[in-house]
């Protein structure tokens, strides 16, 4: 039985699952590849301590929006004893939606900058 | 600075390590992998704080996990229980009867022992085991080495109350403590309102003052916030309240609650118990005492010493009479800070019976639910070795299974307790079978709440454990190739299993045999069969003294009221009597001396223990007791004024009869009874007298007459009214007594059929509760059995389909598997049998009273044998179902499982 769940049900993400979702856009990544990609992009700001990572993990796994890859990347890149994990299409859609939420959120602001400024 | 780095990732990999097995199974290594990349990093990049920032992430994020498993525990608890509702319903039930009926017990051991409500530091407070005159106490109360603080009061005492306006106000009756002006500073209470007594305020003749007690002023005196300094009529005297007990407080003892707290200094006007110089009388020895010892003095210490003053005050006053009369003068003190009135011989058997009853059923309970989870284990190794084929480690399952039994206990114990309040509610709103109103409040309590919730919890993992090692005991590769039928390891037939069903078969013929003990010994030591007619009989009490009428006027209404209330349409037959029939509450009641002459000299037969009534003219005729010799007193025998040299006329019963005078006729026949000599007039059949006695109490009955009622004080004079079959006599004989007798108070109206129905509610109550136990021994031992059997069954499987394809009957099936079924319940018939005899003897030597229960039981056959009859019918027919359902088995389908 295939059950459909809400991916709004899943809105406000959390910060760090954002992130990770966000590392997992266009490549699979692992762990400690998620960690330095967000703390690259981040500039240093946020970063993803291994516990904290992981937990998250488990819980995106758990709740459908990434899953482990079965795909490797070539063999001179692959560290064979790492898991790499993907986005699912609920993970991305998630995003997506959190996404066009964060944007709203910063339309909504500007444009109260905006009157300020005018009135 | 390697240092603090590699100290770092050795605790980062210990606690990364402790992390649940399956977070580890699928994250352990990237974690271990991922930290010894964070850890030098971090260094670089934050120095110490960093590293101390990657070791509390690892730390903070453990606990977190081991809780999202334990969730994800319970919700798969709670969908596998919901799955069996047959499981869960019979464990939840049979732990809420067990639960709730062990903190019934319980709460009923506080509700007598527990504390005195109010008091300070109520383990201070000791009493003497008798009554002590009034000027005795004061010499003990002056030895303020012994005694910190002393009180001497009476209980129980009934006043007439009336609002201060009119004088001859109809009166209300509440029950109240004389004492002395120590009273509340020794037993430590502080008023909610207005002051208490002292001895510099409380001289004699002063104005009366009264305190109320919180209840009296809420209801009598609705709330009124100006009551104190209001005057009250007490006994048809003004005396003004000048304090309120604060909330909770009833006395002393608050088995027989107070509402009113009278100094003794009142005098006798408004208290006539106080007549005839109480207070100054050493011979009078009427008064409770409380003592308070001081810190560090021992009871057997202050017991020797108050001695010392017993035979200090003696020696100045010899009394020959007391000295003969009383073999011992010894005070004897013990604890009286709790709520019941409890001597150690009674605590003692309260606290081992309802310890032992408390642990029987806590035992079964157990065996039970041990029962039940292990023959639940069984049925699910199959799925336990599923998941342990794919990675569940043995500590995560077993962990799910105590999640199971915990979650399976503790609801048992919640609906417990809510049980317990419904069984508490029901027993504290009884009819209670005495005229001083008693009062049980059997809520339970706090600490027994968390008790019965920390002891359903320890059932659940004890007796959940257990079972779980054993159903994650699986050879996991045999369970998943034969299916669930598979014999756990250690499958035998002695084993633990079959040890818990001879215990539970054992613990349930105990208990059965116990209450059956309790419950028929009561019925047949207790039950009201009063031997008359009781339709149409009514009663109701009054009391002319405390109503204000004096001794003359008492003589003339004791004349003239069985006349004119005999005038009554409807109304047959009036008689007097001191107290309510059939309404003496214990043997210990029976306390009259009565000696007999027996010829010339000084030769007489002195007999101890008889119950002593005074009862009027007409008083058998009109309760229908025919007279086996002799006669009946007649209206001249309630004359107080005798002619002189005659001596009054007694009634006595076959008992008293055969006691005093052998095979005498006893008929105009002496007996001296107080120093007063009587002539026996009449014998009477031996009529139940006594409400806890087992067999019949020699009992005298000696003439009602005003004299005697105004000199002893009486509490109350019943009115007997025997009236015409139909006719509402009562209602009449109520507005006879409104229109000829305005002043005087009619209380405790009831028919005779209601008195003893009230007196029975107890016992049948009692009873029930018993019964109701026994019910639940038979039926959770049945439970058990039954579950057992069906296990052994499904463990058989293979055996019986190998047997059937040989050819075995279905009889021969049924009988494999009866046969060790039997073999268990004889087993634990014959060790239930012989612990409920030690049991009963041992319960027997505690108290008098419980051995006449048992004495008069352990030979009833009925009871000795049809009770574990009746266990081995009912546990052979719960083999039986899953025997048949053993034959049913089909040989082709058993065989081809394998």
Redesign the interface.
Known sequence: MIVSIDPRSFLPLHTNWFHILLSLVGSEQHGYGIMQEVLERTGGTVRLWPATLYGSLKRLIGGGLIEESEERPAPELDDARRRYYKLTRLGRRVLDLECERLEEMVRLAHKKRKQEAFG | MKRPWNVCLSLYRRL?NAYPHE?RM??G???D???E??VPEAWR?YGFVGLL??LA??A???P??YFGEIRQDVVYALRVLARSPGFAAVGVLSLAIGIGMCSVVLCGSNAMLGPLPGAHDPAALVTPRRHVSYPYFEHYRDQQRIAGAATAFLVSVPFAVAPSGDRNARTERFYGHLVSPEYFSTVGVTPAAGRFFSSETEKPGMAPVVVVSDRFWRTYLNSDPEAVGRPLRLNRQLATIVGIAPQGFLGMWPWNPADLFVPVTCGSSVAPELGDDALHRRDLEMFSMVLRLPHGMTIPAAEAALDAVTRALDRQLPDPDRDRDRPSRQLGLIPAGTIMFVTPEARAFVTSFNFMLWAMVLSLLCANLANLLLARGSHRRREIAVRLSLGASRARLVRQLLTESILLSLAGGLAGIVLAYWIAHAMSSLPMPSQTPLRMDLRPDFRVLAFTLAVSFATGVVFGLAPALSAVRTNIGAVLKEGAQAAPRGYRRFSLRNLFVVSQVAASLMLLLATGFMVTGYQHTTRLDPGFDTANLSLFSIDPLRDGYSAERSEALFSKLPDELSRVSGVRAVALAGGVPFSNLAASQANTVVAASTGEGDSRQVWRGVFRERIGANYFATLGVRLVGGHEFDRRDQQSELPPGTAAPAVINQTAARALFRAENPIGRRIQEEGATYTVVGVTHDVRSGFFAPRPVATVFLPLTAGWFVRSRAPRATVLVRGTAGAAALTAVRDTMASLHPDLTVFNVQTMRENLDRMNSFIQWSSAVYAVLGLFALLLACVGLGGVTAYAVVQRRKEIGIRMALGAGSGQVRRLVLREGAALIAAGSLLGFACAFAIARGASSLTAQLASVFETRAGDPLLVIGAPMLLATLALLACYLPARRATRIDPVAALREQ
């Open positions: 990364a977070f699928v994250y290594e990237d974690l992998r991922l930290g990349d964070a990049r920032r990657l992430d690892v903070v994020r453990l977190v996990e």
